[in-house]
């Protein structure tokens, strides 16, 4: 497929060292059939080709996945549909998926149902249609069983492109929600094949597929997605592929005589193992072992960061992170007892920062403090000095973070003092009462019936410095609204004052076209005019964006939208390639575009106008993000907050790393009646 691609996974820490027991912790992670999840599957394994080489492994890959779902998560078999070999066929597929998940009666609409599609067989790639854009002019497909033959009604059958399943995949979304999880054990750009030490290849790359084959699946759709979900606009699914842009997926020959492939082979073991409640899908694709021929497994989606088949609930409150044994040092003769967690310093964490750490069943293993914090990790110890004993899938929290207080000043007849300010407590205060207004980094006061938040200590002044809202939910939840607001204040002021990355740049376009060969409709056109993008809200309008890297370097790229009402921050498309193939100097790349959903600015329905800020972060080196993500807003009552505060006069210091970032006000505003 042509997703946007995250992290790639890295190699595992030594798993059978002295202080990581896997052996003495004997729990089973809880199933997610434990919290009442209803899943439905469509399961396809594709051996005998008519035209295409046969492969040994891929029909027992796909009766492998079965038996996880039937034994593992006890899923009923009526909500499993499985094709193989002369029943994959393309208009098989294409039905099965539509029939079974996205037009299912038994599926609730909008509900927390998990969709899985899992594929085993032949991959390859084919020349785009004319504003289909992909890279290098290719799109990547999946070959049914029937590809290169004639139907009985005489026409030649085409392979799948990826965005007729993109396609597919977001309409399953819109309608049933979208917890989507796709599997791919073929090869993806490049070929998405295999073979045994044998690579999953079609060995030559399939006909070019007419435009208007497949359009029945989205003509009369408005298929825009709305900047108010513009996080869901990337993938609103979950895809773990076999290998990355330009590998092969391979099969070989197990112990038992069989053939399978080589990643859903490791990809199995490990689902039956992890804790679904805490761990991510990227974290599971990183505890995966070194596959051979360099084979490296990768993880896609705007959801990849949410833990694994958790539902639609927002992300919100305490981080959870998976602990690990520190590198190869760690060994049972030298005795370490050092754990890296994926949590640095640009998420807050400090020397004095304290975790607990946690087993399957949520037990408190232990309290652990910095070793060392870099960027983008932590090297933890016990905080007793002794080694511990710690089961593999443990997780960690920040119990503590230890961060100055924030000095809040409020007016003498504040009611809400008791709630900023509480008189006991067993860990460092979050907020301390500012003696005086000079001092302050925050001002908290009432107007009437509304709440009053001004920060005082934005390093940028074209950052909106009061937030009004009413405490519809009670008091107890002000902490929780403040802490949201500095976090959106933070990140949307923050800039590189020092030496501050440069020549990347950001366009905005109107477009024409249908999906998927939506393109601007004048490229000469950029919508970003001085800095700002001024649009009225116009229905069935459609936008797009074109990143540019004009430097002379290679740069990672993200583009977020900050919406001033809900101080929320969502992502467009961070990560659009994977972390070790940044945007080459000189190159550009789309979002919202081609066989991307476009983007729909019009306003809500008695709405006047709207503000926000589109921010485009640019790095030397691959950068984590995702931390910085605030879906839901401080307002809504199932906010938790962060746990801490940025103040720091400094923000975003990515240390190891050159960044750069550009801030483009956009104001949206009804026409005229």
């Not at 059958?157 to 995949?169: E, G, N, Q, T």
């Not at 054990?185 to 497949?214: K, Q, Y």
């Amino acid at each position: 497929m042509s997703p946007l691609l995250e992290k790639p996974p890295i190699s595992p820490s030594c798993l059978e060292s002295c202080n990581y027991n896997t052996a003495t912790h004997q729990a089973q992670p809880p199933s997610p059939t434990e919290a009442q999840c209803i899943f439905f599957a469509v399961i396809i394994g594709i051996n005998e080709y008519h035209k295409i080489s046969h492969l040994q492994g891929a029909v027992n890959d796909a009766r492998a996945f079965e038996r996880y779902l039937l034994d593992d998560l006890k899923v009923p078999p009526s909500n499993i549909l499985l094709l193989e070999n002369e029943s994959g066929t393309r208009a098989n597929i294409l039905s099965a998926i539509q029939s079974h998940l996205r037009d299912n009666p038994n599926i609730p609409d909008h509900g927390e149902a998990e969709k899985l599609v899992f594929f085993a067989g032949h991959g390859s790639r084919t020349i785009a249609p004319k504003h289909v854009l992909a890279p290098e002019g290719q799109v990547e497909v999946i070959c049914p069983v029937d590809e290169r033959t004639t139907n009985a009604a005489g026409d030649y059958v085409h392979a799948i492109p990826d965005y007729v399943l993109r396609r597919l995949l977001c309409d399953i979304a819109a309608k049933k929600g979208p917890n989507i999880t796709v599997f791919l054990d073929c090869c993806s750009a490049g070929g998405m094949d295999r073979d045994v030490e044998v690579h999953r290849t079609a060995r030559s790359d399939s006909c070019p597929v007419p435009l208007d084959l497949d359009n029945q699946l989205w003509k009369h759709q408005t298929d825009a997605v709305s900047y108010r979900i513009w996080s869901e606009a990337a993938k609103p699914y979950v895809m773990l592929a076999a290998c990355q842009a330009d590998q092969k997926a391979g099969e070989f020959k197990k112990s038992d005589g069989t053939y399978g492939g080589r990643f859903t082979a490791n990809v199995l073991p490990l689902l039956q193992q992890v804790p679904f409640g805490h761990t991510t899908y990227t974290e599971l694709m990183n505890e995966m072992e070194k596959l051979p021929s360099g084979q490296i497994p990768r993880c896609v989606g705007a959801r990849s960061h949410r833990p694994i088949f958790s539902g639609n609930s927002p992300v919100t409150g305490r981080r959870s992170v998976l602990l690990k044994p520190q590198g190869p040092s760690y060994s049972p003769r030298k005795q370490k007892r050092d754990f890296r967690v994926e949590m640095g310093s640009l998420e807050g964490v400090l020397r004095e920062t304290k975790f607990e750490v946690y087993d399957l069943n949520n037990n408190v293993l232990g309290t652990f403090v910095p070793h060392f914090v870099r960027a983008d990790h932590t090297i933890l110890v016990g905080q007793d000095g002794h080694p511990a004993e710690i089961p593999r899938w443990a997780h960690a929290k920040v119990s503590q973070w230890n961060s100055p207080s924030v000095l809040v000043y409020t007016p003498d007849d504040f009611p809400h003092k008791a709630v900023l300010f509480p008189t006991h407590l067993t860990r460092s205060a979050k907020f301390a009462s500012a003696s005086s207004l000079e001092e302050a980094h925050i001002v908290v006061r009432c107007d009437g019936d509304e709440i009053v938040v001004e920060q005082r200590t934005l390093p940028r002044p074209k950052v909106q410095q009061e937030s009004r809202f009413s405490l519809n939910g009670g008091s107890t939840h002000l902490p929780e609204v403040i802490d949201g607001i500095a976090h959106f204040n933070y990140f949307l002021g923050c800039s590189n004052k020092k030496k501050p990355l440069k020549g990347f740049e950001l366009e905005m376009h109107r477009l024409q076209g249908a999906y998927p060969a939506r393109h601007p409709a004048n490229l000469s056109e950029n919508l970003i005019k001085n800095g700002e993008v001024h649009l009225t809200s116009e229905a069935g309008v459609e936008y797009g964006f074109i990143l540019c890297n004009a430097s002379f370097h290679d740069l990672f790229l993200s583009l977020w939208h900050f919406d001033l009402k809900r101080r929320t921050i969502q992502a467009s498309s961070p990560w659009y390639l994977p972390a070790n193939a940044p945007l080459p100097s000189g190159k550009t790349v789309t979002l919202g575009m081609g066989s991307d959903l476009a983007f729909d600015f019009t306003l809500s329905p008695g709405e006047r106008s709207s503000s926000g800020f589109l921010k485009l972060f640019a790095t030397r080196n691959y950068v984590d993000l995702a931390w910085m993500q605030q879906e839901l807003s401080p307002f809504d009552p199932r906010f938790e907050g962060t746990g801490r505060l940025r103040m720091s006069d400094e923000p975003l210091n990515f240390m190891s790393t050159k960044w750069g970032e550009l801030t483009v006000p956009l104001t949206i505003t009804a026409g005229k009646d």
